[in-house]
């Protein structure tokens, strides 16, 4: 059975940090791509990050570009994603998914989610 | 980008009823790549569709899609209590697009 399992969220002021985890089992975690997708409470599903198997592609939504940074270890089966400078505005419930790609005919990486996380909520207050 | 507006906003129907969903994309979606999630409060998000008709893994033959181009829509042929949800349809023809969401509640 695919599990995913997220931690890591909390509290912080503006301008602050937080590692979010995600782990990974029940499937071959290092041949697949990974994403995060948040969700502001009652709101819409946004897309923040992906990576690829080794972890060596990555894709940001323009919001969090220089602020976050996901990674993921192949050998503990587990995804992150590195918070910084978080506003108040990144205030979400952040889900770790398994993503099923593809290229879409710009060469831009695509595609649908097929295993969620139960998600992890991060709130940017002071 | 590829901006999805789903309709009605919110579905007020009974257990048994047929519950008919749109999704509408300001431009056609390559390949029909098209998903559709289900979401129950405090719970994450279920792939249902994938390729605008495909069933995933588990899911009901109660639930199905249909379309093309720039207009989707997802079938619940008769609804179940645990069929009462948010249901969001999500573009990945072109990088990725999640559609507003339907709420569908019990009538």
């Known amino acids: 059975e695919v599990q995913l399992v997220e931690s890591g969220g909390g509290l912080v002021q503006p301008g602050g940090s937080l590692r979010l985890s995600c782990a990974a089992s029940g499937f071959s975690f290092s041949t697949y791509w990974m994403s995060w997708v948040r969700q502001v409470p009652g709101k819409g599903l946004e897309l923040v990050a992906n990576i690829n198997e080794d972890g060596s592609e990555k894709y940001y939504v323009d919001s969090v570009k220089g602020r976050f940074t996901i990674s993921r270890d192949n050998a503990k089966q587990s995804l992150y994603l590195q918070m910084n400078k978080l506003r108040v505005e990144d205030t979400s419930v952040y889900y770790c998914a398994r993503l099923r790609y593809w290229y879409d005919s710009s060469g831009s990486i695509s595609g649908y989610f097929d295993y969620w996380g139960q998600g992890t909520l991060v709130t940017v207050s002071s | 980008e590829i901006v999805l507006t789903q309709s009605p906003g919110t579905l007020s129907l009974s257990p048994g009823e047929r519950a008919t969903l749109s999704c509408r994309a300001s431009q056609s979606v390559s390949s029909n790549y098209l998903a559709w999630y289900q979401q129950k409060p405090g719970q994450a998000p279920r792939l249902l569709i994938y390729g605008a008709f495909m069933r995933a893994t588990g899911i009901a033959d109660r639930f199905s899609g249909s379309g093309s181009g720039t207009d989707f829509t997802l079938t619940i042929s008769r609804l179940e209590p645990e069929d009462f949800a948010v249901y969001y349809c999500?573009?990945?023809?072109?990088?990725?697009?999640f559609g507003p969401g339907t709420k569908v509640d019990i009538k």
């Open positions: 999500q573009q990945y023809g072109s990088s990725f697009t």
